[in-house]
């Protein structure tokens, strides 16, 4: 099974290898007969596309409440004390 999995995984290496090396062989194609409107178009829309996964990503879905944190926790995060200051008998 180990076999199968890393199969996989050497695929999806060599097939991201051969978008990368695609790109930018497209990419020096346009830069040399210069095509930069086309570059810009085709850079501002990667951009675009970018932010819309990082967007849609739920990037904080995980099985613990972030709402159940102890109020000194709290308390930490935002720099204020909830308890007050301990003062020395000496």
């Known amino acids: 099974?180990?076999?199968?999995?890393?199969?996989?995984?050497?695929?999806?290496?060599?097939?991201?290898y051969l978008w990368i090396?695609?790109?930018?062989?497209a990419v020096f194609v346009l830069i040399y007969f210069e095509k930069t409107e086309l570059l810009?178009?085709?850079?501002?829309?990667?951009?675009?596309?970018l932010l819309v996964i990082v967007a849609t990503a739920d990037l904080?879905?995980?099985?613990?409440?972030?709402?159940?944190?102890?109020?000194?926790a709290q308390?930490?995060?935002?720099?204020v004390s909830s308890s007050p200051p301990k003062l020395s008998s000496k």
């Open 1 to 16: 099974m180990s076999q199968r999995i890393n199969t996989k995984t050497k695929k999806r290496r060599s097939l991201t």
């Open 21 to 25: 090396f695609g790109l930018a062989v």
């Open 40 to 49: 810009y178009v085709l850079a501002t829309l990667g951009v675009t596309a």
């Open 60 to 72: 904080g879905a995980h099985d613990r409440s972030d709402n159940a944190l102890p109020s000194n």
């Open 75 to 79: 308390a930490a995060a935002s720099g």
